[in-house]
């Protein structure tokens, strides 16, 4: 998002923030992500509720008509507080409660310890697809309804991740919304550490880093970006030795692979 839409996201941000105490977080998020269905479905809709011309009031006795007897009070109340907002683009709107419907189910989970669980879980479901191209095509196959993908990833989840990560993985297979499995869970990932104010930085080495490893990176990184970063380790043999580190749209490249490609352009 650029200018008026990410500044009206970070607004959206806060109210769910300030507000978090008096929301039941699973039923907003929920609601939430049922709106991101229906203004993905109703482009006439979403253009009038993204429209700044039109009249506040409108939108909300609008807002009230179609979902007042359907939607968590709390998330009709976020979803006018963000309609409220001036966005780009009413696509940006879309892209707004998503992010907000998400980052409300993450809350929940924090407020009731279980984030790490499903920071971790998520990693390893985007690592399970990225290793099985077989689980990867059906999950995007077009011709494959949203019910029997659904049945698809109960089979897959059910009784083995957590009722948060399901409803997330959920979001990124059913409403992938232009972006591939992998960069919607990567997203998600991205709110679950911005929900306790950290970086996420995905590491890729040639073997498993033991704790004090983990810490000393950790503690690396942390000073070099001035945040808090939880790592999501991954091993690649090919990585040869150091490691591979990826901070949102940022590689540092420390492994050895790279030094002797570096060392073999140098030579030619």
């Known amino acids: 998002m650029q200018g008026a839409s990410r500044d009206a996201l970070a607004v959206a941000r806060e109210q769910l923030a300030a507000t978090r105490g008096d929301l039941d977080l699973a039923a907003a998020g929920e609601g939430l992500l049922s709106v991101v269905r229906l203004l993905d479905r109703e482009t006439q809709l979403r253009r009038t509720l993204g429209d700044p011309t039109t009249d506040a009031q409108a939108k909300d006795a609008l807002l009230d008509s179609l979902l007042g007897s359907q939607l968590d009070a709390g998330a009709l109340r976020l979803v006018k507080a963000a309609v409220a907002q001036r966005w780009s683009s009413s696509r940006d709107l879309v892209d707004a409660v998503e992010v907000l419907g998400v980052t409300a189910l993450l809350l929940e989970a924090d407020g009731e310890g279980r ?114 970063v939880q790592l999501q380790v991954e091993v690649d043999p090919k990585v040869v030795g150091g490691v591979l580190v990826k901070v949102g749209d940022e590689v540092i490249d420390g492994s050895t692979r790279h030094r002797l490609a570096q060392a073999r352009r140098s030579l030619s």
Do not use: C, M
Request: hydrophobic letters at 40%; glycine letters at 8%; charged letters at 30%.
């Open 115 to 228: 984030l790490d669980t499903v920071e971790a879980e998520l990693f390893r479901f985007e690592r399970a697809l990225a290793g099985s191209p077989e689980l990867r095509a059906v999950l995007t196959d077009r011709g494959l309804d949203a019910e029997r993908k659904t049945a698809l990833l109960d089979g897959l989840l059910d009784g083995k991740a957590d009722g948060t990560t399901r409803r997330v993985i959920a979001q990124a297979v059913l409403a992938p919304r232009g972006r591939t499995i992998e960069d919607a869970l990567e997203q998600f990932s991205g709110l679950a550490a911005d929900v306790r104010s950290r970086t996420l930085a995905t590491v890729t080495s040639a073997a498993p880093l033991d704790d004090a490893q983990r810490s000393r990176l950790a503690a690396t990184l942390t000073s070099q970006l001035g945040r808090e």
